[in-house]
């Protein structure tokens, strides 16, 4: 099976940057996901790590470290509109190849 | 926009009764995922089906089935309906059916938010 923790709740301050940590186990491993979910709205992609090392995408950083079960979602030059869940998700693969998804850690972001 | 459809967007149901959520997935996507996404529970999967069968399954209940019609859209139906089964309801779709890899990712519908009372 897998597990995934990130933390539940984090507060930042408009235009500083953030750091979201998630840890995992599992089994198998093809891959971790961040997605962005505002509430009630659909998860929007963000990143996809399969290798370790950090991959960049303008304000938004993803890490990866496979052998120590840990990511961290980077968010810089914090907006308003950053203000939303953040779902770190595993791709295990095998039978199941449905992601499995962290209960989300809430950005919320202060003026 | 996704490009993924979902229907109806809200649901209101009594317990006991059944009800059918429709997902249209992107064009060309032959995957098509449904996860259930309640308040303390964030995003369950509950199954797949790549063109037309199933893919794989998670935590789906047995009250709950699904399918894949030929062109390609997908309904999840929900029977005995519990009070706990008020959730948001999400398809997602993506191109390939090993999963949502680097350049297929899951692209998600808007949800169906369903509440039994």
């Known amino acids: 099976g897998q597990n995934i923790d990130q933390p539940t709740e984090m507060t930042a301050t408009e235009g500083a940057i953030v750091q979201i940590n998630c840890t995992y186990q599992?089994?198998?491993?093809?891959?971790l996901f961040w997605y962005q979910q505002h509430a009630g709205e659909a998860p929007t992609f963000l990143s996809y790590?399969?290798?370790?090392g950090l991959e960049e995408k303008g304000r938004f950083s993803s890490f990866l470290s496979r052998s120590k079960g840990y990511s961290y979602l980077l968010l810089k030059e914090l907006q308003m509109k950053d203000s939303a869940s953040y779902l770190c998700?595993?791709?295990?693969?095998?039978?199941?190849?449905?992601?499995?998804f962290g209960k989300g850690t809430h950005l919320i972001i202060q003026p | 926009d996704s490009g993924v459809t979902q229907t109806p967007k809200h649901l209101i149901t009594a317990t006991g009764q059944r009800v059918t959520l429709r997902c249209s997935p992107r064009?060309?996507?032959?995957?098509v995922y449904w996860y259930q996404q309640s308040l303390d529970q964030g995003l369950q999967f509950l199954i797949q089906?790549?063109?037309?069968?199933?893919?794989a399954k998670g935590n789906i209940l047995e009250r709950f089935s699904a399918q894949q019609f030929p062109d390609l859209h997908s309904e999840l139906n929900l029977s005995s309906l519990e009070l706990g089964d008020s959730a948001l309801y999400f398809c997602?779709?993506?191109?390939?059916?090993?999963?949502?890899?680097?350049?297929?990712?899951?692209?998600f519908g808007q949800g169906t938010r369903l509440t039994v009372v």
């Open positions: 064009s060309g996507d032959l995957s």
């Open positions: 790590n399969v290798l370790d």
């Open positions: 599992t089994s198998g491993f093809n891959g």
């Open positions: 998700a595993l791709h295990s693969g095998g039978g199941a190849d449905g992601l499995t």
């Open positions: 089906y790549y063109n037309g069968e199933e893919r």
């Open positions: 997602a779709s993506s191109v390939e059916g090993t999963g949502p890899l680097e350049n297929t990712e899951a692209f």
